[in-house]
């Protein structure tokens, strides 16, 4: 098996790894959406990834749903009635008529987002992904759930953004897609409710925003949080500030489920990006959150170099459900895809890392600043699993101080957050099924569960 | 009454903000400027740490904009930190934002004043220094309404059922065959296709899952031929693991290179005429022309079949025969075949051609033997298509000209050139009948043709075009 340089990519077989359910989303006509000549967003990257996915056989370890394509009234639980009313009626033949053109403009589509055969369909499908995989996280009927057409985080309240045309996203909400998550981090930028932490490059790049003085307004203040990088940061760098700064996080924020943007163009080689991460580095933000044994929502979003897009979730996937692949590929319909080297990692290119070991200190310490700021939610200190591979040493540290190690919704759970924080789902799901499933995974579960049903039985206002 | 934004401004401005460019970066692909800005006519200054306190007005701070291509500033003034902010601050460490409150005279529903770019100074290190602050805007068009807990104006998941949603162009064929164990429950939770594994959280076996491929026997170890067939394998394996429903469930109907099937031998050469014979390079859109070309595809089926078996036969190419410039993402075509070298491999080209370059393809006349040897059982140099007997076809693609269309060879076919010279449609001396219907494997129009015309008539002799265009299998 591939050794990194992070000391080891054994996965969860071991004793001290947890297995967790997944579940994953994929609409088999993801494929043939096209956003035209020469765009560099390509639907069919998703297909390639399922496809190794399955070849793969993981297919074995998890759930998978055809997602319900999310009509307009969900859609607009966030974006605005007019611009999905364009959106769904708007087409390549009807784009110019009188109605339809000067609509382009307002809702900023016909270049980075062009209209497109399908466009609604494609909007349909990606955001009805994520909605189910929240509606299935709500219903505890996985701990991890995949939407790899999802993750198009640039879109706003009312334009299309970055080939984003609907966002899909809600909650603690991390982004290590190469560009900044704006859309997300603009539409809770006033709440407390959902935190942002975004990783990017930062200057003189798309979208332009994303600044570490950017930390939210009003009830959102110090719930946004940014990460601004420079061109060229590798593997060590990267871990050196996700996991510290995500371990501050999620003890003072507590959430109750979190979203994981996983834009694979802060890949090594990607044809918009510039970052030098290999699968295995990027690949670790996922092992890190996943470890916190919270409700984690995994979905895509950018990845320009389809091949390594389709690696980089074909692992992701690997890792969600607690399987290291084989290094060599097995045979799959895109196997000429990835050539010559058919392999599934992809290594990191020589490039120079523009980042400095001063500069991203400063940064780690302004923003772990900016956290303890945060008032600390009431119950006790937050644990994680010990993680497999080596971590910095301070964070390491930091773990050793700890109590002793606690599952998040286990026997030790406070009932009291839980009933505050549970109503959260609530939201997703009034048809009033408070803690349906009951049927017993294990025994940790069956206990997790109980507290749930109380809780929401208690908590649960009809609405 | 206007609602007012505030644009959060970051603070110790005890100069005025240089004088520089709106921020770029607006343009994720193209990278280009484009701002259209509202004039804001009117600008107040609030310190958003505490609003109830009259602002000191001992700061200057300029706003610069644009307005369509004008540029306009507004100096005001801004409240300097108290000695107390300033002593917080440095103990803590980071700065508390100021808010920049908007009371535009001429707010309307319009939507770009979020374009105003405050100029900020930073002091904090490198990476930290980018003057150009782009700032987030704040209002009820572009934070989410986020309902109260349990708030009866919440909005109601089943009142946002919308059923089925029949504006769709591709229509996702929601009637499907659930299988026994599969549940469901509530239809925005999707449809099952495979069920929940009994006890994932117990199994740790990984023998099941997470396999590449090992080894084969084949004696032509990684050839086209050995790479195809072991695709079917797998593909075959499959089937019977999943089953047909979940197979088509899942996708894998309209997976590969078995989407040529649905195509005839006319219409792939066709297809890839018209793709290569429009770059983008030259400013045309082949996706116009394929669906004028072919009026009864849907654009999904074009899309299916560009993705699916040209772009992958193509990148088969560069695989074994340019390697280092492997590319499934341009589109530019003429990045197939782009080399570092600029030595032209024959009269007319401008851009070097890679497989005219690369070893074995070029001036030997034995290339095409050491090329079809991978893939080809029965190939005996003497006679240019015996080799074909197996449909082993490996395709070469040239690109000589990226301007001039006409000059260029391509997959499948041969374009005319603009000096007159006859060359014709080759087609693939393949028998259909060796194709395993079914099977994944290349598409009935293989043609195997090397990278220059010339180099045909090089290594096949004299008259060898016009044998192959004469063959009775032509395109008629």
């Not at chain 1, 990606?126 to 009927?141: E, F, H, P, Y």
């Not at chain 1, 523009?354 to 119950?379: C, F, G, T, V, Y």
């Not at chain 2, 306009?72 to 000695?83: A, D, G, Q, Y």
């Not at chain 2, 986020?146 to 909005?155: L, N, R, T, V």
Request: charged letters at 25%.
């Amino acid at each position: 098996m591939d050794d990194s340089a992070l000391g080891g990519a054994s996965l969860p077989s071991g004793p001290d790894a947890k297995k967790r359910r997944v579940t994953y989303f994929y609409e088999p006509s993801i494929g043939d959406y096209y956003y035209g000549q020469g765009h560099p967003m390509k639907p069919h990257r998703i297909r390639m990834s399922h496809n190794l996915i399955i070849h793969y056989s993981l297919h074995r370890r998890m759930e998978i749903n055809r997602p319900f394509p999310a009509g307009p009234h969900d859609i607009r639980r966030f974006h605005s009635d007019d611009y999905v009313d364009f959106l769904s009626s708007v087409t390549p033949e009807t784009v110019h008529d009188h109605t339809h053109a000067r609509n382009l403009k307002r809702f900023n589509v016909g270049e980075d987002c062009p209209v497109f055969d399908g466009l609604f369909s494609f909007c349909q499908a990606s955001t009805g992904g994520s909605i189910g995989a929240a509606v299935k996280l709500n219903r505890q009927d996985a701990d991890i759930a995949l939407n790899w057409a999802g993750g198009l985080h640039h879109a706003k309240k009312s334009e299309a953004s970055g080939f984003c045309y609907v966002n899909d996203i809600r909650v603690l909400y991390v982004d290590i897609d190469v560009h900044h998550g704006d859309g997300v981090e603009e539409a809770f930028f006033t709440t407390d409710r959902v935190m942002t932490v975004s990783f990017h490059k930062f200057g003189d790049f798309f979208p332009g925003t994303g600044h570490i003085k950017d930390i939210g307004a009003g009830r959102g203040k110090y719930y946004a949080l940014n990460v601004p990088l420079n061109d060229g940061i590798d593997d060590a760098s990267f871990r050196g500030l996700f996991r510290p700064i995500l371990q501050k996080v999620m003890e003072v924020y507590q959430p109750d489920a979190v979203v994981l943007q996983c834009g694979a163009d802060s890949l090594a080689g990607d044809r918009l990006g510039c970052f030098n991460l290999s699968v295995k580095g990027h690949a670790d933000c996922l092992r890190f959150l996943r470890s916190f044994n919270v409700p984690l929502m995994v979905l895509g979003g950018g990845g320009y170099t389809i091949r390594n897009v389709a690696r980089c979730w074909c692992y992701e996937t690997a890792v969600a459900v607690g399987v290291e692949p084989d290094n060599k590929l097995p045979y799959n319909e895109y196997y000429e895809y990835f050539g010559p080297d058919y392999t599934l990692h992809v290594e990191p290119m020589p490039m120079e890392n523009l980042n400095s070991a001063k500069d991203l200190e400063k940064i780690r310490n302004m923003l772990l600043e900016q956290l303890s700021r945060l008032p600390n939610a009431p119950s006790v200190q937050f644990q994680t699993t010990p993680p497999i591979t080596q971590v910095p040493e301070e964070a390491e540290e930091a773990m050793d101080r700890r109590p002793k190690q606690r599952i998040w919704n286990g026997e030790e759970y406070e009932s009291d957050a839980d009933e505050d924080e549970k109503p959260r789902f609530q939201s997703l799901n009034s048809d009033s099924r408070p803690g349906v499933k009951t049927e017993m995974r294990d025994a940790a579960d069956g206990v997790k569960k109980e507290i749930k049903d109380e809780a929401m039985t208690d908590a649960h206002t009809p609405s | 009454m206007p609602p007012n934004f505030f644009l959060k401004l970051n603070m110790v401005q005890k100069r005025p903000f240089n004088d520089e460019e709106s921020y770029e970066g607006s343009s994720k692909h193209h990278r280009q400027l484009d701002y259209t800005n509202q004039l804001v006519s009117f600008l107040q200054f609030v310190h958003a740490e505490d609003k109830a306190q009259p602002p000191n007005t001992s700061g200057e701070v300029v706003v610069s904009f644009k307005e369509g291509d004008e540029k306009h500033e507004i100096t005001s003034e801004l409240p300097l930190p108290t000695e107390k902010d300033r002593a917080n601050e440095e103990e803590k460490g980071a700065e508390a934002p100021f808010y920049l409150l908007l009371s535009p005279e001429r707010y309307n529903a319009d939507r770009h004043i979020r374009r105003i770019v405050v100029h900020s100074e930073e002091t904090h290190g490198s990476l930290l220094e980018s003057p150009p602050h782009k700032l987030v805007p704040i209002g009820p068009d572009y934070q989410a309404d986020i309902p109260e807990w349990g708030a009866p104006g919440a909005k109601n998941a089943s009142e946002s059922s919308d059923g089925f949603e029949p504006v769709t162009l591709f229509p996702l064929g929601l009637e499907s065959h659930l299988s026994e164990n599969c549940d469901v429950q509530n239809k925005l939770g999707g449809i099952c296709v495979i069920a929940m594994p009994e006890s994932p959280l117990f199994a740790n076996n990984d023998d099941e899952a997470g396999h590449g491929r090992t080894d084969c026997n084949c004696e032509d170890s990684d050839s086209v031929r050995c790479v195809r067939k072991h695709i079917k394998e797998a593909r075959e394996n499959l089937w019977t693991a999943l089953g047909q429903e979940r197979f088509s469930e899942l996708g894998f109907s309209d997976m590969g290179e078995v989407v040529a099937e649905k195509w005839s031998q006319e219409e792939e050469l066709l297809f890839r005429e018209v793709v290569f014979s429009n770059p983008v390079s030259s400013g045309n859109n082949f996706w116009d022309h394929l669906s004028t070309v072919f009026p009864s595809r849907t654009k999904r089926d074009i899309v299916s079949y560009y993705f699916n078996v040209l772009v992958l036969q193509t990148r088969s190419v560069q695989n074994r025969y340019d390697p280092m410039n492997i590319d499934s993402d341009d589109e530019e075509w003429r990045g197939i075949v782009e080399s570092e070298d600029d030595e032209g491999g024959s009269d007319d080209e401008e851009e070097g051609d890679s497989v005219v370059e690369s070893p074995g393809c070029y001036g030997d006349p034995y290339a095409r033997n050491e090329i079809l040897d991978n893939g080809s059982r029965e190939y005996d140099g003497s006679v240019p298509f015996e080799g074909f007997s197996d449909c082993e076809h490996v395709k070469l693609s040239c690109d000589e000209d990226p301007i001039d269309s006409s000059s260029r060879c391509h997959l499948g076919s041969f374009v005319g050139r603009s000096g007159g010279d006859s060359h014709e449609y080759v087609l693939e001396h393949c028998e259909t009948k060796l194709w395993d219907v079914g099977c994944s494997t290349w598409p009935k129009t293989e043609v195997e043709f090397l990278p220059t015309c010339s180099m045909i008539e090089e290594v096949f002799g004299l008259g060898s075009l016009e044998y192959m265009a004469g063959d009775g299998k032509g395109l008629s």
